[in-house]
């Protein structure tokens, strides 16, 4: 702030012994003027239990997966951070579970977290080169974060004095970004709570649409599912009778050409033309919804494929096929 006037750092560089904080507007500064700084206390925090946390969920990930486990990448931000881990085989549910379980523990156990500058070759000595798991880290010295018994990297990042300050850490989820990678992607602290208040909204917000309780939820989801399969095999069951019928009607019908709308789905509209066309030399068909179906008899002297071309350059819209059967979906309602 300077001037009365206030305005964001976007960024901050260091050149030699100078930092510089880059500004999202310089305007009202004059060179020299003096400004006053202040921290945002409370995205600082969270970006500092999402810093410590990432460092508890690798080491996790070691012990639940194995000692291949290395770290291929991270993110910290204000609502949730990633961790990229190196891993042969997808992660099971049942071991995501146990790395949040181990993370949390370590958060429980209230374990100090030493911060300080040690001669590289000495920390190497000490650390080995798991040390640099968040890359490497330039410079004689080396600030290793150690949190005691449990993991220690290199790193230049804000962190929690104790993992107790962390609050808690919950996986939110897991993606194979990458052939051998996956990603973890979690909360931290109010972070956390934020992001299981939300859940539990989602989920009180979906068992009053169902009117059950949340934990008769997934056993309602389950009936409804099954009904709806039900209604689906009816609604195929009505739909080949419907087909049966108007198959026989329009058998029945004067001409070598049928042009019918009937209210099928698209594949239906195909089935009911392949049978039709076996009676009469050529079949066109359509529904309400735009869906046609143009069949022709081998050697009848039509074309199905040029018969629908016909109808979407009259109807718009796009569709091909071949000599004896050919489908599109035309722009326009369709009429005989």
């Known amino acids: 702030m300077a001037g009365g006037k206030r305005t964001e750092v976007i960024d901050v560089k260091k050149f030699k012994a100078v930092v510089i904080h880059v500004l999202g507007s310089t305007e009202g500064l004059k060179q020299g003027a003096q400004v006053k700084c202040k921290v945002d206390a409370k995205r600082r925090m ?24 290395w770290q291929a990448g991270a993110h910290k931000g204000e609502k949730y951070a990633t961790l990229d881990i190196t891993h042969y085989d997808k992660i099971t549910p049942e071991q995501l579970r146990e790395i949040e379980r181990v993370a949390n523990e370590f958060v429980m156990r209230h374990i100090a977290l030493k911060k300080d500058f040690i001669e590289r070759g000495e920390a190497e000595q ?40 962390i609050g ?12 051998g990678v996956s990603r973890l992607r979690f909360a931290a602290g109010s972070a956390a709570v ?10 009180r917000k979906a068992s009053d649409s169902l009117r059950v309780s949340p934990d008769q939820l997934p056993n309602a989801i389950g009936r409804f599912f099954e ?9 195929e069951e009505l739909s080949a009778r419907l087909a049966e019928q108007e198959i026989e009607r329009l058998k029945r019908e004067k001409g070598d050409v049928v042009k019918a709308i ?4 698209a594949r239906a ?46 109807f718009g819209g796009k569709g091909g096929g071949r000599e004896t059967l050919a489908m599109g979906k035309a722009e326009k309602k369709i009429t005989f």
């Open 269 to 314: 509209l195909a089935r009911t033309a392949g049978e039709l066309v076996e009676h009469k030399k050529a079949v066109i068909l359509a529904n309400s919804a735009g869906d046609v179906v143009c069949a022709a008899k081998p050697g009848s002297g039509y074309n199905a494929a040029h018969m629908l071309d016909e109808l979407m350059k009259k």
């Open 227 to 235: 009904e709806w399969k039900e209604r689906g095999k009816s609604v």
């Open 262 to 265: 009937i209210e099928l789905d």
């Open 46 to 69: 969270a970006l500092t239990r999402h810093h410590s946390a990432t460092h508890l969920v690798g080491a996790a990930a070691r012990m639940v997966l194995g000692k291949h486990i």
């Open 168 to 179: 808690f850490i919950k996986l939110i989820g897991e993606e194979r970004i990458q052939d």
């Open 194 to 203: 934020d992001y299981i208040a939300e859940r539990d909204a989602l989920l």
């Open 126 to 165: 000490k650390y080995g080169f798991t040390l640099y798991q968040g890359g490497g880290s330039p410079g004689r010295n080396v600030r290793v974060v150690d949190i005691m018994g449990v993991d220690a990297q290199a790193c230049a990042g804000t962190h929690v004095d104790n993992t107790s300050e």
